[in-house]
Nanobody, 125 residues
């Protein structure tokens, strides 16, 4: 089992920044690819970003490229999502998730076995 706890969400004006953190406990964090997903009201949960277990590769959904950066610190069992130039359409609950044993980092929600409880991000216009 892997337990994930997100933090860092909040209310910010458009154009502002937030940094989300996700701390893992349980099994060896450095064995897992770590992803960030988000879910807006009335919408399905969607992929945002993923980082390979080694930190060697990252993927982003098109709408956040150039604005968001995913990173990890395996010594601290933590993955981060730095969000800059935030837009109202970024408003959602953000979840971190862990995936194990994949040949490459995945954008598929169903390939993540462990999830945090989510943290709310609200961007005002």
């Amino acid at each position: 089992q892997v337990q994930l706890v997100e933090s860092g969400g909040g209310l910010v004006q458009a154009g502002g920044s937030l940094r989300l953190s996700c701390v893992a406990s349980g099994r060896t964090f450095s064995n897992y690819d770590m992803g960030w997903f988000r879910q807006a009201p009335g919408k399905e949960r969607e992929f945002v970003a993923v980082i390979r277990w080694s930190g060697s590769r990252t993927l982003y959904t098109d709408s956040v490229k150039g604005r968001f950066t995913i990173s990890r610190d395996n010594a601290k069992n933590t993955v981060y999502l730095q969000m800059n130039s935030l837009k109202p359409e970024d408003t959602a609950v953000y979840y971190c998730a862990a995936s194990y044993g994949r040949p490459s980092p995945s954008i598929n929600i169903f390939e993540y076995a462990y999830w945090g409880q989510g943290t709310q991000v609200t961007v005002s216009s």
